[in-house]
């Protein structure tokens, strides 16, 4: 991610209901000869236009089912870290995580997802993990994702299981800044944490 490009992924959370940047941004992607990337925004802005029961969709979903792989050119590989992941209107809406090793898989290639631009919202649940006796994400991994950069182009955070020290992470990331909604999930620890986690995001923070 090049400097102008952050500064496009920031614009673009910014406003999150305004095309024009998204097609400002594919117009600076085309005149660096990412055609394919600048086309898919320009599909899937088009797809979000049109009625429910236009004929061209199909046409156009078909169109940005092909486009994706060839700009994004570790999809194959990096899918795999992936229980869902949502595009619309050019950028990631949602993208969730269900085991631990995804994560892992994730932390791997973190960058690459990142170039995709801004997140609606990353979801991590580890309930698989839970059922299996495990109690939480591990905290390594919890510290290393709450610190990427990146993170502070994602504007809703669901997580858990996470322990004490995982929490601990996630309250004192400078990361997060961005962050409009933060989920903690199957995740038990005490009052003080929970205090520190309010502190840190106010109402944002809510725990299930």
């Known amino acids: 991610m090049t400097p102008d490009e952050e500064g496009f992924f920031r614009t673009i959370l910014d406003h999150p209901d305004d095309d024009t940047p998204r097609l400002v941004y594919a117009d600076w992607l085309e005149e660096r000869g990412r055609s394919e990337r600048a086309e898919y925004i320009r599909v899937q802005i088009e797809v979000a236009k049109l009625a429910d029961d236009d004929p061209r969709i199909a046409t156009l979903l078909r169109r940005a089912d092909e486009l994706f792989p060839r700009f994004f050119e570790d999809y194959n590989r990096f899918r795999s870290a992936f229980e869902a992941l949502t595009l619309r209107r050019g950028f990631v809406v949602r993208a969730q995580l269900g085991y631990a090793n995804q994560l892992r898989v994730f932390l791997g290639q973190a960058h690459r997802f990142f170039d995709l631009g801004p997140v609606g919202h990353l979801v991590i649940e580890g309930e698989y993990e839970f059922l299996r006796g495990r109690s939480s994400l591990r ?15 994602v504007k809703k955070l669901t997580i858990g299981p996470i322990d004490r020290l995982g929490a601990d992470a996630v309250a004192a990331s400078s990361c997060l800044h961005r962050l409009e909604r933060l989920r903690i999930v199957s ?15 106010g109402k944002s923070v809510s725990f299930s």
């Open 139 to 153: 905290t390594e991994d919890v510290e290393r994702l709450v610190n990427l950069p990146q993170m502070s182009l």
């Open 187 to 201: 995740s038990k620890f005490g009052r003080a944490t929970v205090v520190k986690l309010r502190k840190r995001f």
